[in-house]
């Protein structure tokens, strides 16, 4: 949390949205002197992955809701939220960067370009009353999309995995003649991250990167080489736990051109965590893959007066 990513707030009763990447945190009191802070209604989405050189289109974030109850868990008010936007991945033609939040890293190539990186995930993390720093304890994740592979010279990079409750595996890159070069990321489930994928033909390791478990979440990053014609994989989606990267080739010319294509990194995974078992969160649901772009984080502070 740098000083240029964050931006003060107070909260009182209302619904309040951010849609820029970043962290803010956010001050939650109650809007009279006689309201309670009751709940607080959520609805998170996470970023796109971005698309590799030449790729195909990148996974999609998913769309998280709950309702959270303020128990005592919580301490005594004022509440402090930090509220975490994530960021889409960057395209290849960029360098294939992940996205502000936990997006992997798209694979670099030998001179064209990348894999797409993956998308952040967007979250709410609570601070427990006194406290002004992490621990704390995360009330929401939505997960983000996985970055599309690089295709080079007639081949097909894979398209990313999208996000949901768990991720999707990202798809296999391939030679013009429809022959898998590169397997995608496969996508996180739950607590699970997702695995790297793997290069059907390689002389050198070329596999992506595993994903974070929780609370990181970071998606794995695709397999990239400045090696002779290398063909770089996209990046995992960050998430409760992080997807896969995408595998890549760390030698483009063993495919005749080269004529290969990078796996594309697998989704993250969503989740909504329960703080207190007699009374958990409410109206949860996860709609997978609707999210293009940047993600978001819109909540309403719902409230009960004192009589």
């Known amino acids: ?14 619904t309040y949205s951010f849609n820029t990447p970043g962290t803010w945190p956010i001050r939650v009191v109650p809007s009279t002197p ?3 802070v009751t709940s607080i209604s959520v609805v998170a989405g996470g970023a796109a992955g971005g698309v590799g050189t030449h790729g195909p289109a990148a996974g999609q ?17 004022p509440y402090l939220l930090y509220v975490q936007v994530g960021g889409q991945g960057g395209g290849g033609g ?38 002004s720093g992490p621990p704390g304890q995360y009330i929401i ?4 999309g996985g970055g599309s592979g690089l295709g080079c010279s007639g081949g097909t990079g894979g398209t990313g995995g999208s996000s949901g409750q768990n991720g999707a595996n990202g798809n296999p890159g391939k030679q013009s003649n429809g022959s898998t070069t590169c397997n995608g990321g496969q996508g996180a489930v739950g607590a ?14 070329s596999t992506g990167k595993t994903g974070s478990p929780p609370p990181d979440g970071t998606g794995g990053a695709g397999w990239g080489t400045s ?8 990046g995992g989606g960050g998430g409760y736990a992080g997807g896969g990267g995408g595998a890549g080739v760390d030698d483009g010319v063993i495919f005749s051109g080269p004529n290969a294509g990078g796996g594309g990194g697998g ?9 207190n078992q007699s009374n958990p969160p409410t109206g949860i649901q996860y709609d997978y893959g609707v999210v293009n772009g940047n993600g978001f984080v819109n909540f309403t502070i719902n409230e009960a007066g004192n009589s």
């Open 61 to 77: 974030g998913a769309q998280v809701y709950a309702t959270i109850p303020v128990t005592s868990d919580w301490g005594q008010p």
């Open 267 to 275: 989704g993250g995974s969503s989740f909504v965590p329960v703080l």
């Open 192 to 205: 699970t991250p997702g695995a790297g994928g793997t290069a059907v033909i390689s002389d050198n390791p």
């Open 141 to 144: 994740f939505a997960g983000g």
């Open 227 to 234: 090696y002779n014609h290398g063909i770089g994989g996209g």
């Open 34 to 36: 006689g309201a309670t």
């Open 94 to 131: 960029n360098g294939g960067p992940g996205g502000y939040n936990g997006g992997g890293t798209g694979g670099q190539a030998h001179h064209d370009g990348a894999g797409g990186g993956g998308g952040g995930r967007s979250d709410i993390l609570l601070m427990p009353s006194g406290q």
């Open 1 to 14: 949390m740098t000083d240029n990513e964050i931006q003060t707030g107070t909260a009182g009763g209302g």
